[in-house]
């Protein structure tokens, strides 16, 4: 009997490493060898396990409903769990949210699973679970079921939070819908959220400066998704929330789904001061580090300006810019053109410069 043996492109490992959590190219690799090859049903709609999207979808069919219902699912490990403007609850919320927002979809319902270590101050539990409330309250979303299991401590140093989100699409948003001459939006200023994170967790005396934009963005996507073309479809084609490996990752994911080139202005980008010189000492690179209260938009051009101008109405949106383009150049990759006229690309990061930040 010939036994097939399976091609494994994991990296040189028989073990998980943090780079398997990272959101490049090895976890890429762990989902796909390992997850996708060993589970044989993925899909229950249009946007299913395969698509590996902000979340997927679930067809209704009945006599008298004929709907597609958004699911997602994240689980937030991060360190510390309080930060300069958000905490771990905070983040599970709007994590959740966020994910059924870049869908196009309205959040119906979370759920809230907690493994929490022995020892682990009630206080701060309940400090937590408050945190997660406003976030949810801000978007007008119940949290209508959960769990808690308790580990020893000795097994889990800190805790971890898993929501699920149900919502709903009058128009399910992908984020492998850019066409060529679409523009990229991001909706406000890059890498806070990691760079804040680090610079606290390293003690650095320039934290004050820097804080997390952790937010749940529905208020302001359910702004744009009305913006319609005269022939009744959606301005926006695609959308994804650049968390882990930041800006650099998701385009780079958005243009290999999308099968296009995408093109950058470094000198459109925004991003705080304060971010890129703490970047700049701590040595990494502020696209490729995470966002969790930002969202990349590809719109058809000629409703950029539209789209543009009404996230910059919304709060979370006021440093919104067009950043670049799609196009037919290069498809599958992304490229920075730099303010001194010099091209080069925007590579998938391999790893995350800074662990457990989501
Ligand atoms: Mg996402």
Redesign the pocket.
């Known amino acids: 009997m010939k036994i097939q043996v399976k091609e494994i492109t994991m990296p040189n490992t028989t073990t998980i490493t943090m780079e398997h959590g990272a959101g490049g190219e090895s976890m890429q690799a762990l989902i796909r060898d390992l997850i996708l090859n060993n589970i044989t049903r993925k899909s229950s709609g249009t946007v299913g396990l395969e698509s590996l999207d902000?979340g997927a979808t679930v067809r209704i069919e009945t006599d008298n409903c004929n709907a597609e219902i958004v699911v997602t699912t994240d689980s937030h490990v991060i360190k510390p769990i309080f930060f300069p403007d958000a905490d771990i609850g905070r983040l599970a919320v709007s994590g959740t949210v966020?994910?059924l927002a870049?869908m196009g979809a309205a959040p119906l319902a979370l759920t809230c699973a907690i493994v929490v270590p022995e020892g682990f101050e009630l206080p701060v539990f309940e400090r937590i679970i408050r945190s997660m409330n406003t976030a949810a309250e801000e978007v007008g979303v119940p949290i209508i079921t959960g769990d808690t299991k308790t580990i020893e401590r000795s097994g889990l140093d800190s805790i971890i939070i898993n929501t699920t989100g149900v919502g709903m699409a009058e128009n399910v948003i992908r984020d492998c819908g850019l066409s060529s001459g679409d523009k990229i939006i991001v909706t406000g200023t890059v890498g806070d959220h990691g760079t804040s994170l680090l610079a606290h967790r390293e003690g650095f005396d320039f934290e004050t400066a820097l804080v997390s934009d952790v937010a749940p963005l529905w208020n302001m996507i359910k702004m744009v998704l009305p913006i319609r073309a005269a022939d009744g479809t959606p301005a926006i084609t695609a959308m994804?929330?650049p968390?882990r490996g930041g800006l650099a990752a998701t385009l780079n994911e958005m243009a290999q789904k999308s099968k296009i080139g995408i093109v950058l202005n470094e000198e459109s980008i925004p991003i705080k001061i304060s971010v890129s010189s703490a970047c700049e000492m701590l040595g990494i690179d502020p696209l490729e580090v995470a966002n969790e209260g930002k969202a990349i938009i590809g719109v058809k051009a000629e409703y950029a300006e539209k789209v543009l101008s009404t996230l910059r109405s919304h709060p979370y949106g006021k440093d919104a810019a067009i950043v670049g383009e799609a196009t037919t150049e290069d498809p599958g990759k992304v490229i920075i053109k730099t303010a001194f006229g010099s091209k080069r690309y925007v590579d998938v990061p391999t790893g995350d410069p800074i662990p457990r930040v989501c």
């Open positions: 902000d966020n994910d870049m994804k929330d968390t």
